[in-house]
């Protein structure tokens, strides 16, 4: 795969004929050439091809839950490649046209994870390739909801996800970061449902059925997203607004009103937000994420419609992304944490703009709690928790991780603290800048940072030790942690409580949803079910409407066998498909027999209600599937 890579590079790799190989993950900086790396998740050619431009015409058929249409690609075939290999995963393929002309082509046997490639032949001056398709029934990116899934109830419903290598699942593609186009599409859907995509949306409203759309900006595939269902629009300033269900576009417009105002903070902090439009899509309560950022259009959970704003970071992260991913972005699944460490990072700095210090370093604190809880299950040593990751012949969905996400951001924090704020921020204007609709590896990344950062200065690259952040597992000695000391209040609240203290003495006057969040995470393994509901009485966390708080309590509830929360809890496993929640606690209903039974008979029931991805993890965890 390439970016930045020179041209004699772009020559002698085309002679050979062969695509770009890296070695090893190297140890040190130094020995690094950052401008060649190979992308062990896609098969496609693409990059030696130049794939430039996708149209995309395809008919949504909610009844049969398929896709089936076109996918013209422009191409460019400067290198004199004899074929163009696409990514596909369950794709059924019914022909191949190169310029008018149908070809035979080839479609490998599928490997596990990468799906099958499609081999099609080209000559020198090859330049529109359109295969006509339909996807299988095992397209891991689209999850099809019957009425009575959604929140309104009455219209079925489509969504993708595509990163990280689902998209090839939906559109035969080259399905790898380092890989961008521009798109069109013509999308057909049954009359009365609005089409989405991540990309300018011509008619907003239509009663033919028929949506066009377009996407100026060159983006990977992971970044292509189509939702399909009985949606409504309001808009919140003159660039934001958002797309939900009507039974929920109320809600979901307050939660989100200050969204314009998050914009323009990113804005100040790194530079103009190139992508137009910023717009919101709330999908129906399965969707297996938090959020996802699609560009032009987020596609988030309900679940952080909280009533009071209190979950709104999630927003910023993914507003955030504009930057940091969609607009440079990693490389390879291995590099996953320039996009998602450098995410939390400017999330929480947005955060603290919009909210004051306070705020964001509770969040700063509640993310350290995570990373240390995610070092310590997957080992202190173990290589998954270096911020390089080595993924070749996995499923990159099973190595994405918190690491990359808390370790990352640490990392960039501490280079703030140690180089200063001023100076860290202009870094970072320089470095979107330079690198805007690039594909970077660390090792970009790292020599971008050795040469606009750290310079000559001895002092500061010691300090730093960088090498150890990269290639080594852990948290390092010199990891910032911030904001420990503002939930000193919270924590002797809870040791008067366990210490015998009745419930409603406990202190909490103006608590924030992050506060109660510590005050429940800090609750030790021994709780009795009497405390439970002693902390129930007085504060009714069964009930919460914080999807965060009421996460903790049902864990905690399966910990302690707190029976009078599991009608509530069966609730929330019913309709919320949100990973992040779904897998601890079944994991922790595993841990007892009675759990176990419990888990089994709950996710026999609701199994239908998550997404595909969600069902492959949690056929591992509860069925013991591999
Ligand atoms: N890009 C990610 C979602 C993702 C990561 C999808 C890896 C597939 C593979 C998105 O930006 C994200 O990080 N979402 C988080 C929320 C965030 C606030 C940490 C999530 O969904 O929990
Ligand atoms: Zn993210």
Redesign the pocket.
């Known amino acids: 795969m390439l970016k930045n890579a020179g041209i004699v590079l772009l020559i002698v790799v085309s002679l050979v004929g062969c695509r770009f190989k890296k070695k090893t993950p190297p140890s040190t900086l130094k020995v690094v050439d950052p401008k060649v790396w190979v992308d062990e998740h896609t098969q496609s050619n693409a990059d030696s091809v130049s794939v430039k431009h996708l149209h995309l015409d395809i008919k949504v058929e909610m009844d049969k839950k398929q896709i089936a249409g076109s996918a013209l690609w422009t191409i460019s075939n400067n290198h004199k490649q004899k074929e163009l290999i696409l990514d596909t995963y369950g794709l059924i393929i019914d022909s191949v046209i190169v310029d008018g002309n149908s070809v035979s082509y080839q479609l490998d046997s599928p490997i596990k994870f990468l799906g099958s490639a499609l081999h099609i032949p080209i000559v020198e001056n090859s330049k529109f390739v359109a295969i006509h398709y339909k996807t299988g029934l095992n397209a891991r990116a689209l999850q099809w909801l019957d009425p009575q899934q959604t929140h309104d109830k009455k219209f079925p419903f489509l969504y993708t ?1 595509s ?2 290598i689902y998209a090839r699942s939906w559109i035969p593609c080259p399905d790898g970061p380092g890989m961008r186009f521009t798109y069109t599409a013509r999308v057909s859907v049954p009359k009365g449902l609005m089409a989405l995509m991540s990309a300018e949306n011509t008619d907003i409203v239509n009663d033919t059925g028929i949506y066009h759309f377009k996407m100026n900006l060159p983006i990977p595939a ?1 970044l292509m997203a189509l939702a399909v269902g009985d949606l409504a629009f309001s808009g919140i300033d003159e660039r934001t607004g958002v797309y939900a269900e009507k039974g929920m576009l109320e809600k979901a417009r307050y939660e989100f009103e200050n969204v314009g105002r998050m914009v323009g903070c990113a804005e100040q902090l790194y530079g103009p937000y190139r992508w137009g439009r910023y717009d919101i899509l709330v999908l129906p309560p399965g969707f297996p ?5 699609n560009p032009r259009l987020t596609f988030c ?1 309900p679940s952080i419609i909280a009533g009071d704003r209190s979950l709104v ?2 927003i910023a ?2 507003l955030a ?1 504009s930057w940091s ?1 969609n607009l440079v972005t990693n490389a390879t699944w291995n590099d ?1 944490w320039l ?2 460490g450098f ?2 990072y400017f ?1 929480r700095r947005i955060m603290e703009q919009l909210m004051g210090e306070t705020y964001s370093d509770m969040l700063w604190e509640l993310g350290y709690q995570d990373l240390e809880n995610t070092v310590a299950s997957l080992g202190p040593t173990h290589k998954d928790t270096w911020l390089k990751l080595n993924l070749k012949g996995r499923d ?2 099973d190595g ?1 991780t918190d690491i990359a ?1 808390e370790k990352g951001c640490l990392l960039l924090r501490l280079l703030e603290k140690t180089a200063g704020r001023d100076r860290f921020d202009k870094f970072l204007v320089s470095y979107f800048d330079a690198n805007a609709f690039k594909t970077i590896t660390t090792e970009t990344f790292l020599n971008f940072l050795d040469t606009g950062l750290i310079k000559n200065d001895t002092v500061l690259r010691k300090k730093l030790n960088i090498d150890e952040w990269v290639y080594g597992p852990g948290i390092p000695s010199n990891a910032p942690r911030a904001g420990r000391d503002l939930f000193n209040k919270v924590d002797a609240q809870r040791e008067k409580f366990l210490s015998g203290m009745p419930a409603e003495k406990i202190a909490f006057v103006h608590w924030s949803a992050h506060e109660w969040l510590h005050f429940l995470r800090g609750m030790p393994p021994g709780l009795m079910p009497s405390q439970m509901a002693q902390l129930d009485d007085a504060f009714n966390f069964t009930n919460s409407g914080n999807s965060e708080v009421a996460d903790m309590w049902f864990f905690l509830a399966i910990r302690t066998n707190y029976y009078q929360a599991y009608p509530a809890m069966e609730r929330f496993l019913s309709t919320i498909g ?3 929640f779904l897998e601890p606690l079944y994991q922790e209903m595993m841990l007892s027999p009675n759990g176990e039974e419990m888990a089994k008979r709950l996710y026999a029931k609701y199994r239908k209600n998550y997404h595909p991805i969600a069902q492959e993890s949690l056929n591992e965890i509860v069925l013991k599937l591999n």
């Open positions: 996800q990163e990280a992971y994420l938090g959020g996802m950022e959970t970071s999630l992260h993914e992304h991913g996953f996009n998602e995410t939390v999330e990159p969905d994405l996400y949100r990973r992040k």
